[in-house]
């Protein structure tokens, strides 16, 4: 070892004495320097702007130095080539070589020293980086440490893999343009590798871990994962060892047959490891975020806990949807991503995929120039145009005596199908995100450990449809399947119901929705039994439907006002009002706390009513939505709010002033608690109102109502609670004057503080 010291040492002399380790450091601590300083910078300024405009900062700690790692990431393969280029071939040749192999050196002792070289300026790099941590602790409230100590080790080990790399390419030719083209060469393939054959299965796998693309990125997100760690111990050792087998054969002469034997050798070895490594059952995690973000949630995990025996997701792939390429051979490795965390804690989950044709809605085919082709035609067209095999694809006849998924409208969709027998669709939805998140997921797998609630939509009196998709109907939010936010995509089941029988025991929650006729004697007597008997509701109401409402609440204490709401504005309809989630209401459901807190969020109603209600009828009463405290009054005199003018009147009765909207009632019937919530405003959970947006400058948020109203409900059973703690990293001690200081020394003092380093050092030497 201390033979290979005095190697490194000596490497490490030379390498200082050149310009090329003060030109890397210099361009590495300027490039660092200015995108830490800036990012710093701005967030002062942010800062002091938000002292007036009242916004707050947050994660600023992880923004800052999120944007610092990862713009090195695109710039570290820059610099390994320039400081290995040379480590073997200068002394290949200057004619050192033979100096070395004279004296009592073995290959092994050569090579490792050369690499300890490296990895002691590896050690430089990261050491500069954690400065601005240090700097960073100081100047940012509660950063989290840990995340990026473990980001710092990936940096490193990613920094000694390249450097391997560079070794063993510098060992290759004596020419260091060649070695460190060489090197650029061999970086650019392992980037590109999972890439390539992924259509194989045989080798998909093998390709696939041999990638050295994203394995720094997993340590930069806080995860430490084993397969990573044995990655970057035995890449770098396999062309370490490659790098000894190419010195030794430069001094006894060995046949080629052999050389090649002992490469493959070792090469078999590490990709023999490399898939152990792999598998799901021989992983382990370790989370270095204050806040977990790399792992499933605590609810989340209790459910994976359920799923006894074997789990099965098989993706269902139509080669004539617009995301047909999303789950093609090629792309099965990136697509098992989505359920990583999920594989995590349950390794034994097993992904199939299904490729067919079938006819579906989509823009390709709503676009295909000749009408008169078959589906069969235009299939295969479209998979001779993407050069993909048509044969992989079932016909429409063959994929249904699989499965019939033209219920699903042939979109791309995925099976998740217990070893029990019990199934569930996971679905794309019509969103930004598209694939399901964690809670869509938990709740597919929580449906089939457990009896969710069942929501029943009241029918037989011209309420809201929750299978229509006009403006005015439910389907949105109870029952399309391609809406994130649906209620069956959230756990819950849904059914239409009516009064002409008993409602069945298996409904916990009934929605009565802006009924135009009245109910029968028979059906009045069967919600009072449903009533007796602790189920929940949800009551909507509406205006000029309050004849026919109003019976069903007043039991309760609780009466929809005879007058409409108005709140005229110059951008929106009188009778478009905003409405706001009370402190009551915050406490039942976290989702009306998120509504209240995004400003950027907003709840309205139209044509809404307000809600009277009296305390003395056993029910424990809170109001969930009020109105804003001026502004909003009862509208009795215009009735036309298109063509005539609004007008506050307070002589004929109308009054200004804060209107509840929103009710939410409980009371406790033997061991359960019975929960209800009235609306004044049937409008607001509609298709149109869920998805309208009225002010540029606002979000749509009304279906924060739907999820918060629906977990009080349900008991918090669902939707799924993952929420993760809040930002910490939420202040900067440095002012906008203090950060342009900063700005100044990073960008400009240092730097040239260490070019008058490195040119001092540099002609010294030269001069002896």
């Known amino acids: 070892m201390r033979i290979i010291w005095k190697i490194a040492k000596i490497e490490l002399q030379m390498l200082f004495y050149s310009p090329v380790a003060w030109l890397v450091i210099l361009i590495f601590v300027f490039q660092t320097g200015w995108f830490f300083s800036d990012r710093i910078f701005e967030y002062a300024r942010e800062q002091e702007m938000g002292k007036l405009t009242g916004w707050g900062l947050s994660y600023v700690g992880h923004n800052v130095f999120n944007m610092l790692l990862y713009n090195i990431l695109q710039y570290l393969y820059l610099y390994i080539p320039l400081l290995t280029m040379g480590l073997m071939s200068r002394d290949l040749a200057g004619g050192t070589i033979k100096l070395l192999h004279s004296s009592p050196l073995s290959n092994r002792e050569i090579i490792l020293g050369k ?31 840990m995340w990026l100590l473990t980001a710092l080790l990936g940096f490193f080990l990613l920094i000694c893999a390249y450097a391997s790399i560079g070794l063993f390419m510098s060992t290759i030719s004596r020419y260091q343009i060649v070695a460190a083209m060489g090197t650029f060469i061999v970086l650019a393939f392992l980037n590109y590798v999972n890439m390539l054959w992924q259509g194989v299965e045989f080798v998909r796998d093998i390709t696939f871990w041999l990638s050295i693309s994203g394995r720094a990125e997993q340590f930069i997100s806080g995860m430490i994962c084993s397969e990573d760690v044995i990655y970057f111990i035995i890449v770098p050792a396999m062309f370490i060892c490659f790098s000894i087998i190419l010195l030794d054969s430069r001094v006894r002469r060995t046949t080629w047959t052999c050389k090649v034997l002992k490469y493959i050798v070792v090469f078999l070895v590490v990709s023999f490891i490399g898939y152990l490594s792999s598998r799901p059952h021989l992983m382990g995690y370790l989370d270095m975020t204050w806040d977990k973000s790399n792992t499933l949630t605590k609810n989340s995990q209790e459910v994976i806990k359920q799923l006894k025996g074997g789990l099965t997701i098989t993706t269902y792939s139509n080669l004539l949807t617009d995301d047909w390429f999303e789950a093609i051979p090629e792309r099965v490795n990136f697509d098992r991503y989505h359920f990583k965390q999920y594989i995590r804690f349950k390794p034994d989950i097993k992904m199939k995929y299904v490729y067919y044709y079938d006819s579906v809605k989509s823009m390709r085919m709503m676009a295909f120039p000749d009408t008169t082709l078959s589906l069969e035609q235009k299939a295969r067209r479209i998979a001779h145009l993407h050069e993909t095999k048509f044969s992989h694809y079932l016909s429409p006849e063959e994929i249904r005596k699989i499965i019939d998924l033209r219920p699903e409208k042939n979109l791309f969709v995925r099976l998740v199908e217990r070893e029990s027998g019990e199934k569930m669709f996971l679905r794309k939805y019509n969103d930004m995100q598209g694939h399901p998140g964690e809670a869509e997921i938990t709740a597919a797998f ?50 239409e119901v009516t009064l002409t029988r008993e409602i069945p025991d298996s409904v916990s929650i009934l929605v009565i929705a802006d009924m135009k006729q009245p109910l029968s004697p028979e059906e009045s007597t069967n919600l009072d039994e449903y009533v007796a008997r602790g189920g929940n509701l949800v009551i909507v109401g509406e205006y000029s439907r309050q004849e026919y409402m109003n019976p069903l609440i007043e039991p309760f204490g609780v009466r929809f006002m005879d007058d409409v709401l108005v709140s005229p504005s110059k951008d929106m309809a009188p009778d478009v009002i905003n409405v706001h989630p009370t402190s009551e209401a915050t406490e039942l459901a976290y989702q009306f706390g998120i509504l209240e807190k995004r400003r950027f969020l907003k709840a309205t109603m139209s044509g809404a009513v307000g809600l009277s209600y009296v305390t003395d009828k056993g029910f424990k009463v809170f109001p969930l939505l009020r109105t804003d405290s001026t502004g909003v009054w009862n509208e009795l005199e215009t009735k036309n709010f298109i063509d005539d003018t609004v007008c506050y009147n307070p002589k004929v009765g109308e009054e200004e002033q804060i209107y509840t909207t929103g009710l939410a009632l409980s009371r406790m019937i033997g061991d359960k608690e019975q929960k209800i919530v009235i609306l004044g405003d049937a409008d607001c959970l509609s298709n149109g109102e869920l998805f309208k947006v009225r002010n540029e400058d606002y979000e749509p948020g009304n279906y924060y109502i739907i999820l918060g109203t629906f977990y009080w409900l349900s008991d918090g059973e669902a939707p799924i609670d993952i929420r993760r703690p809040g930002s910490r990293d939420n202040k900067l001690f440095i002012s906008k004057d203090g950060a342009a200081i900063l700005k100044v020394a990073f960008n400009w003092i240092i730097p040239i503080l260490i070019l008058i380093g490195g040119l001092f050092v540099w002609l010294r030497r030269r001069g002896r």
């Open 115 to 145: 690499f300890l070289s490296m990895v002691v300026f590896a050690l430089v790099l990261v050491g500069i980086v954690f400065v601005y941590v240090v700097i960073g602790m100081i100047l940012i409230e509660n950063l989290d440490v």
């Open 446 to 495: 929580k449906r089939m450990v457990m009896t969710l609630p069942t929501v029943g939509f009241l029918t037989g009196h011209g309420e809201r449809d929750i299978y229509r998709d006009g403006d005015r109907d439910y389907a949105r939010f109870a029952t399309d399947k391609w809406f994130r936010y649906a209620l069956i995509n959230q756990g819950f089941e849904t059914r």
